[in-house]
T-cell receptor, first 112, second 115 residues
Framework: DTEVTQTPKHLVMGMTNKKSLKCEQHMGHRAMYWYKQKAKKPPELMFVYSYEKLSINESVPSRFSPECPNSSLLNLHLHALQPEDSALYLCASSPQLNTEAFFGQGTRLTVV | QQQVKQSPQSLIVQKGGISIINCAYE??????FPWYQQFPGKGPALLIAIRPDVSEKKEGRFTISFNKSAKQFSLHIMDSQPGDSATYFC??????????????FGTGTLLAVQP
């Protein structure tokens, strides 16, 4: 099973809303990632979790708050987003001491 | 130093032809070079990957050629099919310790295979 599952698939939220994106993998991977992808652009790294600890934050605004409750789950909490934050949010995971990253299908986020 | 340059931006190939996409990098600390295929509205899917100690890797119709001295690598898609029409991203990665790696993507190539 090489599946990374993201929910929801689509999300529309207002600028004052609080919402969360969820990512789950059952491959035993110890690194999990959040990427943001705008239309016709490559994915951009936001956060990396290694062994459930935040190891890389790519200077992401505090309105994005990641959380890794356990080795299989990764959440991205959203608060007071701006319309320019509308994008495809991708979760990925990779095995210990290896670098193949497997991506989920993404959450299409629209901020209105 | 963190960039990966990819060309061409778009590519049109006839069915049965060879699609070639090129990438170049600067940072010699990169030690893993994957290629991803992405269909509209979907997440990137890992196609094939190579490490610098190998000059070529083939999986089915997909081949990566790697030139360490030139810091370049390329994807060849043999016998291209309309179903291969997608956006292709090269990427480069280095390990930051433990299970952490940081994947840097190229700018992408939109491939259209005409029947």
């Amino acid at each position: 099973d090489t599946e990374v599952t993201q929910t929801p698939k689509h999300l529309v939220m207002g600028m004052t809303n609080k919402k969360s994106l969820k990512c789950e993998q059952h491959m035993g991977h110890r690194a999990m990632y959040w990427y943001k992808q705008k239309a016709k652009k490559p994915p951009e790294l936001m956060f990396v979790y290694s062994y459930e600890k935040l190891s890389i934050n790519e200077s992401v605004p505090s309105r994005f708050s990641p959380e890794c409750p356990n080795s299989s789950l990764l959440n991205l909490h959203l608060h007071a987003l701006q319309p320019e934050d509308s994008a495809l949010y991708l979760c990925a995971s990779s095995p210990q001491l290896n670098t193949e990253a497997f991506f989920g299908q993404g959450t299409r986020l629209t901020v209105v | 130093q963190q960039q990966v340059k990819q060309s061409p931006q778009s590519l049109i190939v006839q069915k049965g032809g060879i699609s070639i996409i090129n990438c170049a990098y600067e940072n010699t600390a990169f030690d893993y070079f994957p290629w991803y295929q992405q269909f509209p509205g979907k997440g990137p899917a890992l196609l094939i990957a190579i490490r610098p100690d190998v000059s070529e890797k083939k999986e089915g119709r997909f081949t990566i050629s790697f030139n360490k001295s030139a810091k370049q690598f390329s994807l060849h898609i043999m016998d291209s099919q309309p179903g291969d029409s997608a956006t292709y991203f090269c990427a480069a990665s280095r390990n930051y310790g433990g299970a952490t790696n940081k994947l840097i993507f190229g700018t992408g190539t939109l491939l259209a295979v005409q029947p």
